[in-house]
C-alpha cells in the first residue's frame, strides 16, 4: 500500500447516517491529519491528531490512530448532505521534516 | 482566523508560457510549501521552502519550476514553459512550526 491510503475509495449513505473512512500508511508519523475537499474546490484542514494520541474528537468528527497497525479512521456521525465531499488523510513522516503525504481520498455522497 | 490566500485562482495559459502563482502566507508563519492535485488525482507534495531558501523539493519540481519570496511577504512558484500535463489544482500551504499546515483555496491551472 501507499503512505497514506483511504479505503472505501467511495462511499455512499443516507442522510443521518454514520460514515467511516479508514487510511493506512506504512512508515513511522510524526502526526496524522485528515482533510475535506468539495469537489474542484480547496482542502479544508479537519482534524490532526498527533502519534501520542489514540483518539481525538471535534463536532460531529471522531478520528482514531492505531500506531501498532498504522491506521486511522474518521467517522463522521449523524452525516448531512452538505458532509458530501472528498476525505484526505495525509502523514508527516518523521523522516522528512516539511512534506506532507496525502492518500488518494474517499469520495463521500450523503443522500437527502 | 488567519487565512492564507492565493492568486488568480483560475489561470489558463497556453503551452509553452511562464505563469507565476502567488500566495500570501499567514503572516507569522516560516515555513512554506507548494502542492498540486491533478484532476482526479491526489495531493502531491512539490517543494517546501524555509528561511529563504528549498529545504526539499519531489521529483515532480524539475528545472521547470521555482519558488521566491520577491517581497518578504508573498510566496510565488514560477513555471518557465508550462505543458498540457501542467494542468492542475496548485495548494500553497505554510505553516509556523506546530504540526498543521494551513492550506490556500488552490489556484486552477488550465494549460491549452
Known amino acids: 500500500s501507499q503512505q497514506g491510503e483511504e479505503d472505501p475509495q467511495a462511499l455512499s449513505i443516507q442522510e443521518g447516517e454514520n460514515a467511516t473512512m479508514n487510511c493506512s500508511y506504512k512508515?513511522?508519523?510524526?502526526?496524522l491529519q485528515w482533510y475535506r475537499q468539495n469537489s474542484g474546490r480547496g482542502l479544508v484542514h479537519l482534524i490532526l491528531?498527533?502519534?501520542?494520541?489514540r483518539e481525538k474528537h471535534s463536532g460531529r468528527l471522531r478520528v482514531t490512530l492505531d500506531t501498532s497497525k498504522k491506521s486511522s479512521s474518521l467517522l463522521i456521525t449523524a452525516s448531512r448532505a452538505a458532509d458530501t465531499a472528498s476525505y484526505f488523510c495525509a502523514t508527516k513522516l518523521k523522516t522528512s521534516y516539511d512534506k506532507v503525504i496525502f492518500g488518494p481520498g474517499t469520495s463521500l455522497s450523503v443522500i437527502p | 482566523e488567519p487565512e492564507v490566500t492565493q492568486t488568480p485562482s483560475h489561470q489558463v495559459t497556453q503551452m509553452g508560457q511562464e505563469v507565476i502563482l502567488r500566495c500570501v502566507p499567514i503572516?507569522?508563519?516560516?515555513?512554506f510549501y507548494w502542492y498540486r492535485q491533478i484532476l482526479g488525482q491526489k495531493v502531491e507534495f512539490l517543494v517546501s521552502f524555509y528561511n529563504n531558501e528549498i529545504s526539499e523539493k519531489s521529483e515532480i519540481f524539475d528545472d521547470q519550476f521555482s519558488v521566491e519570496r520577491p517581497d518578504g511577504s508573498n510566496f510565488t512558484l514560477k513555471i518557465r514553459s508550462t505543458k498540457l500535463e501542467d494542468s492542475a489544482m496548485y495548494f500553497c500551504?505554510?505553516?509556523?512550526?506546530?504540526?498543521?499546515?494551513?492550506f490556500g483555496p488552490g489556484t486552477r491551472l488550465t494549460v491549452t
Open positions: 512508515t513511522s508519523i510524526n502526526n
Open positions: 503572516s507569522n508563519h516560516l515555513y
Open positions: 500551504a505554510t505553516y509556523w512550526g506546530s504540526f498543521e499546515q494551513y
Open positions: 491528531i498527533r502519534s501520542n494520541e
